[in-house]
């Protein structure tokens, strides 16, 4: 895959573009910065390898901070319960994961579910309790 140059201005734009809110500066004053009209800068930000140059150098600074983050996390599950950030931790953890198989494996009689089903939640209430 041949991968696009960018020119100095478009990596001076990213470097603006990067900062939190843009550095405090409008997309007009960015422009102005690097040298170019508006009307360039948006046709840059529409740039497919200019916006995964953003987005790489985005990720980059702010890999600095996923420690911090990372720490914060756990009192914002508890004092908030907040699932979705639970979600986030088990993942980072490798303990959820979005997939899971089941593969049954039948003898031919027959299946008793409600001894299935007890036998889950026992198991569950188990798991709750602290066992």
């Known amino acids: 895959m041949t991968k696009t140059k960018l020119s100095e201005a478009q990596l001076r734009a990213i ?65 908030g319960g907040n699932a979705a950030m639970a979600r986030i931790i088990l993942q980072a953890h490798g303990m959820l994961s979005d997939k899971v198989e089941v593969h049954a494996q039948h003898s031919g009689g027959a299946v008793d579910v409600d001894a299935i089903r007890a036998r889950m939640m026992a198991q569950a209430k188990a798991h709750s309790d602290g066992e």
């Not at 470097?15 to 360039?40: F, I, S």
């Not at 840059?44 to 916006?51: K, L, M, Q």
């Open 15 to 79: 470097e603006y573009l990067a900062l939190p809110d843009k550095g405090g500066l409008t997309y007009a004053e960015v422009a102005a910065e690097v040298g170019v009209d508006e009307r360039t800068l948006r046709r840059w930000r529409s740039d497919d390898a200019f916006y995964e140059e953003l987005k790489r150098k985005i990720i980059k600074d702010s890999a600095k901070d996923l420690p911090r983050v990372f720490a914060s996390m756990p009192e914002h599950v508890i004092s």
